[in-house]
């Protein structure tokens, strides 16, 4: 039997090209060589923030759209909305009597964004990572592709899974969590992280005119007024970008050669990470337009992907109360 792959998105929008390097682009590999579920983490959307279902259900379909535009094959792998399987309720307030709250709150990413944000976390907040956990070890997971600000959550699942081991005999796979070849995309501002709310994205289904000009809008070497001057390519998202996506390497070579002796204008070296970036993004474009195209073939992935999914999760629901002696008086 193939290993199993579990992963997806709280989603906060379209996806952009961050992600895609981040964890996109290993689901699309690993798709192949592992068994692979793709949840749309709507629930987990509401432990965030209020927000009412209308929003966040658009918000689900562009992450959705993304996935299979960038190659998420709903033939070998499945898509499925996470409130559609009820049976991660089940693990999850289970698992929230694991966990006690000073082990919730010494979550790093969590304890981060209740500084950062100064908020007056709710408990579902607080228990984000737990319900976290419940998506993943309710399929038996073996390796969870994220980005790299994932990691506390998986930490977190698997101290859980390894818990639960311990109290009630061997029951869940014990998830390894696997961050992408960048594991944190710089902003077009040059800024540490790309992200969308930070207003320095390229968004994955960005179209021509808007992508030339975030690209030539893009901050460079802030020092380098003249193209005759030696600019600087270390912590320069332009060739941060040229790095991670230009399949040319030679030419980005002979770029940052030129850059750092003063022997090209930083207009030349946008407008070939340009090119780069349109090429990278036209045929995901084009994807995305033939599902936007087709909303009832894109809902029966959604749907069917559900219940196949729901069906996996059942089974190991099983083994799980077996497994505590939950249901043992009515059965
Ligand atoms: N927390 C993840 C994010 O913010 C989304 C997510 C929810 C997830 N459940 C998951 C990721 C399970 C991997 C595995 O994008």
Redesign the pocket.
């Known amino acids: 039997m193939k290993k199993r792959i ?5 989603p ?1 929008g379209k996806l952009h090209i961050g992600h895609y390097v981040g964890t996109l682009e290993n689901r699309v590999q690993l798709q192949h060589e592992y068994e692979t579920f793709i ?1 749309l ?1 709507n629930v ?1 959307a509401y432990a965030q923030s209020f927000k009412t279902a209308e929003k966040i259900n658009d918000l689900v379909y562009q992450v959705f759209l993304d996935n299979l535009a960038v190659g998420i094959d709903p033939e070998i792998s499945t898509i499925y909305l ?1 409130s559609g399987i009820p049976e991660t309720y089940e693990l999850y307030s289970f698992f929230l009597t694991m966990v006690t709250l000073a082990r919730a709150q010494r979550n790093p990413a969590i304890k981060d964004e209740i500084q950062y944000k100064k908020l007056d976390p709710s408990m579902g907040f607080l228990a ?2 737990i ?2 956990a419940a ?2 070890l309710q399929f038996q ?1 073996s390796l ?4 790299e ?2 990691l506390p ?2 930490e977190q ?1 698997r101290e859980i899974a390894r818990d639960f081991n311990a109290a009630y005999g061997e029951t869940f796979t014990v998830p390894e969590a696997k961050v992408g070849r960048v594991a944190r995309l710089v902003g077009t501002d040059g800024k540490m992280k790309m992200s969308k709310s930070g207003n320095n994205s390229i968004l994955l289904s960005e179209d021509e005119k808007t992508l030339k000009q975030k690209v030539m809008g893009m901050y460079t070497d802030p020092k380098r007024i003249h193209p005759t001057d030696p600019g600087k390519v270390e912590g320069n998202p332009v060739f941060a970008y040229h790095d991670a996506f230009n399949p040319n390497k030679a030419e980005v070579e002979d770029l940052k050669k030129r850059y750092l002796a003063g022997k090209v204008s930083d207009v030349e070296v946008k407008e070939s990470l340009f090119l780069t970036l349109n090429e990278f993004l036209a045929p995901i474009r084009e994807k995305r337009k033939y599902y936007e195209d087709r909303p009832k073939l894109a809902k029966e992935i959604l749907v069917n992907g559900t219940q196949k999914a729901r069906k996996v999760v059942q089974e190991t629901l099983e083994k799980f109360r077996e497994k505590v002696g939950i249901n043992k008086l009515i059965k």
């Open positions: 579990l992963t997806g998105d709280t906060s949840l983490a987990h996470e984000y990572p319900l976290q998506d993943i997971t969870v592709p994220v980005g600000d994932q959550m998986i699942t």
